[in-house]
């Protein structure tokens, strides 16, 4: 009986590349899945990019309002002026320590609060609640609840609740930076309390739990397993609060208004200053396109980090 050698099938060499239903989407089909962005789209661009680009064309300008008819093109002379402005250096600094100091505090407040709030308790909801509320503040009534209430030098709280060590200051001419990172580390400690409690309750118990078994103390288990796991979170209301605390203007507007001096100035009220109060609408606008630019630059890279250990997170999961 004859036995038939049955070579196996070789497939082609020239095969076909794998394709998807996303590859056949027709141009029709692809503009009519964006067509419901495109309102937000223009909207956007309306909103931010065409007053950027207003501002771009204002920097070349040397134009005060105080001389009528002394507006001409400088090239890059506000640019210049506003690298060569020691006042300008010294606001930079104060914008810097004002915003790693708060992000910090907040974080190291917001972690130990989450850790609290993680555990449970008679009242739980109750405290939750009254922990959020400081974010919940108007920015401008914060600030002057903490001027007039609580570090006013004649009927401030904390001067009435010091005066029994002999301790009574204005607070807001000696230490107005300070004063000002105070409201600011009061209003945005809940942000990051309820980010890092977030990140707590979306831990695995059983891990924590099998550590427990195995011996491990409450602070190994904090270092080892809670911490790392909170890596991801803490960057995110690190960077995220950093964005925002850039922009903060009522605070330092309301309680100090950037005295004494610039002592508790930062950028954007510098750049009020100078804008409405000196009338020098080239050098603002110049100051203004520095500040978007460098904030552009430092939130890519923070955020490009953060995207990274979220990827390696997922990648090892």
Do not use: C
């Amino acid at each position: 009986m004859a036995t038939a050698l049955v070579e196996p099938a070789q497939a082609p060499r020239d095969s076909a590349p794998l394709t998807s239903g996303r590859d056949h989407i027709s141009r029709a089909e692809g503009w009519r899945r964006r067509g419901p962005l495109l309102p937000a789209l223009i909207f956007m661009v309306i909103v931010t990019q065409i007053p950027f680009v207003v501002t771009l064309y204002y920097s070349t300008q040397s134009w005060n309002l105080v001389r009528p008819g002394s507006r001409e093109f400088n090239w890059l002379n506000n640019y210049v002026q506003v690298f060569r402005d020691t006042q300008f250096w010294t606001v930079t600094l104060n914008t810097v320590l004002l915003i790693v100091g708060t992000v910090i505090i907040s974080v190291v407040f917001g972690l130990i609060f989450a850790l609290l709030l993680d555990r449970k308790f008679v009242g739980r909801s109750i405290v939750r609640t009254l922990l959020i509320t400081p974010f919940l503040v108007t920015p401008v009534a914060s600030a002057l609840l903490f001027k007039t209430s609580l570090l006013s030098p004649t009927s401030g709280l904390l001067n009435y609740a010091l005066s029994p060590f002999g301790v009574k200051t204005d607070w807001l001419s000696e230490y107005p930076l300070a004063s000002v990172m105070g409201e600011l580390v009061w209003q945005w400690t809940p942000f990051m309390m309820l980010l890092i409690l977030a990140g707590l309750q979306s831990m695995p118990k059983d891990i924590s739990e099998a550590a427990k078994v195995d011996g491990a103390t409450s602070f190994r288990l904090f270092r080892e397993l809670t911490l790392p796991h909170l890596r991801r979170f803490i960057e995110l209301g690190t960077v995220l609060g950093a964005i925002y605390l850039v922009n903060t203007f009522d605070a330092v507007y309301m309680m100090t208004s950037g005295g004494p001096g610039v002592a508790s100035s930062n950028l954007p009220f510098y750049i009020y200053q100078r804008a409405f109060l000196g009338f020098d609408i080239g050098q603002a606008a110049a100051m203004g396109v520095v500040t978007v630019i460098g904030t552009m630059v430092v939130a890519t890279l923070a955020l490009r980090l953060i995207f990274k250990s979220f990827s390696a997170t997922e990648e090892s999961v």
